[in-house]
Nanobody, 123 residues
C-alpha cells in the first residue's frame, strides 16, 4: 500500500505563489507515474499536471501551462507543484496521485490518491 501525504496548501492573493508537496511512503518511487488533480466545490475532479516515473517527461493542462511546474525527487520520494501567477479560478482542493508502471492520463487510471489540500486564491 502506497500512502501519499500532501502539504503546502493555503490562502494566497491573486498573482501570488504556492508550492505544494506530496510525500510518498514507498521505496520504489521511481516506478510510479505521478500527477496532480484539483476539484472545486460542485465540480468534477480535473487533471492539472503529470510527471513520468523518471521525471523526464511532464505534461500540463492548458489552464495551468506556463504558470505551474511539476517536479519530483525520487531520492526523497516526493513530488511538488510550484504554482505561480495564481488566479481565483485556481481555487480548489488539490490531490496528488500515483500510478504503478505508467503515466497518469486521468482519474480512471490512478492507483493511489492523497487526501487533498485546500488552495484558496482571493481576488
Amino acid at each position: 500500500q502506497v500512502q501519499l501525504v500532501e502539504s503546502g496548501g493555503g490562502l494566497v492573493q491573486a498573482g501570488g505563489s504556492l508550492r505544494l508537496s506530496c510525500a510518498a511512503s514507498v521505496r520504489t518511487f521511481n516506478s510510479y507515474g505521478m500527477a496532480w488533480f484539483r476539484q472545486a466545490p460542485g465540480k468534477e475532479r480535473e487533471f492539472v499536471a503529470r510527471i513520468s516515473p523518471s521525471g523526464g517527461n511532464t505534461y500540463y493542462s492548458d489552464s495551468v501551462k506556463d504558470r505551474f511546474t511539476i517536479s519530483r525527487d525520487n531520492a526523497k520520494t516526493t513530488m511538488s507543484l510550484q504554482m505561480n501567477s495564481l488566479k481565483p479560478e485556481d481555487t480548489a482542493v488539490y490531490y496528488c496521485a500515483a500510478r504503478l508502471g505508467d503515466n497518469i492520463y486521468g482519474t480512471g487510471n490512478v492507483d493511489y490518491w492523497g487526501q487533498g489540500t485546500q488552495v484558496t486564491v482571493s481576488s
